[in-house]
């Protein structure tokens, strides 16, 4: 039976994924941060994890466990991640390294120490990334900004991984219906305060920590449609599921970077001074 490692499997995607992979006979190790989290997925007949993927002893000892209990991994999905909303500036420097903490460094971390296993079976790995990271969009730079950076990993550790015989795919998912917009909103709240130069412009935040739910596709949908390609013969480099991920990246290339500026300005309120 082949071994999956997902992480963070608490709901969304996540959750989905795991459901997806062990419907297709993977034996599957979720992980989640909270104990409440991990009872779910227990009782679901996961082997759940209590995993931090910033806890760089933790990760080293569930590739033991593994190691020990299993004696290799045969795909690894980095899903763990969560958007930050929210102007650049008010956020700051503080906001940045938290999300990428998250979203970038685990995936090398993660990845880092679960290396061996993968090795032994010459296994996959897949970085759940975002059309976002290809499309830019004002209200959320760092998210923007990590999961480019999950891009150009992704690609470097392509390469640097394939003589080992370990593949490496990315996702780019558009509009998946999942809680990250509730998460994303409810951090994009504590940033919109009265003291922000950007009050003005608030429902413009408010509408683009929403817009990921914009006609979102299902998340069992993306989650059957990602473990298709994984059990393909050779898995593709870089795969976009859900709505608008193809149609934005499309977008992005095509138009004169001006224009796409202006109308994502006026999109999200940012036309006219303060």
């Not at 959750?15 to 034996?27: I, N, Q, S, T, V």
């Not at 995936?107 to 975002?130: E, Y």
């Not at 290809?134 to 150009?152: D, N």
Request: proline residues 5%; positive net charge; aromatic residues 6%.
């Amino acid at each position: 039976m082949p071994i999956a490692l997902i992480t963070g499997c608490s709901s969304g995607i996540g959750r989905a994924l795991a459901d997806a992979f062990k419907a297709a006979g993977y034996e599957v190790w979720a992980s989640a941060r909270k104990a409440e989290d991990i009872a779910v997925l227990s009782a679901a007949g996961f082997t759940a994890v209590q995993l931090d993927v910033n806890d760089a002893a933790a990760l080293e000892a569930l590739s033991a466990r593994i190691d020990q209990e299993r004696g290799g991994l045969d795909v690894l999905i980095n899903n763990a991640g969560y958007g930050a909303m929210g102007p650049l500036l008010d956020g700051g420097v503080a906001a940045m390294q938290r999300q990428f903490e998250t979203n970038v460094f685990a995936i090398v971390g993660v990845t880092r120490a679960l290396f061996p296993l993968l090795r032994r079976t010459k296994g996959l790995v897949v970085n759940i990334g975002s059309v976002s990271g290809v499309l830019v969009t004002p209200f959320a730079g760092a998210y923007c900004a990590s999961k480019a950076a999950v891009h150009a990993l992704s690609d470097t550790l392509r390469m640097e991984l394939a003589p080992f015989g370990i593949r490496v795919m990315e996702v780019q998912p558009g509009a998946i219906e999942s809680s990250f917009a509730k998460n994303a909103g409810q951090q994009a709240e504590q940033l919109i305060t009265e003291q922000s130069s950007w009050w003005p412009l608030r429902e413009g935040i408010r509408a683009r920590a929403k817009a990921s739910q914009d006609k979102p596709t299902p998340a069992g949908e993306f989650a059957a449609g990602l473990l298709k390609a994984v059990q393909q013969d050779q898995p593709p480099r870089l795969i976009r599921l859900g709505n608008g991920s193809r149609a934005l990246p499309l977008l992005a290339a095509l138009l004169p970077k001006g224009l796409l500026e202006a109308g994502l300005m006026k999109r999200f309120g940012l036309k006219g001074q303060l």
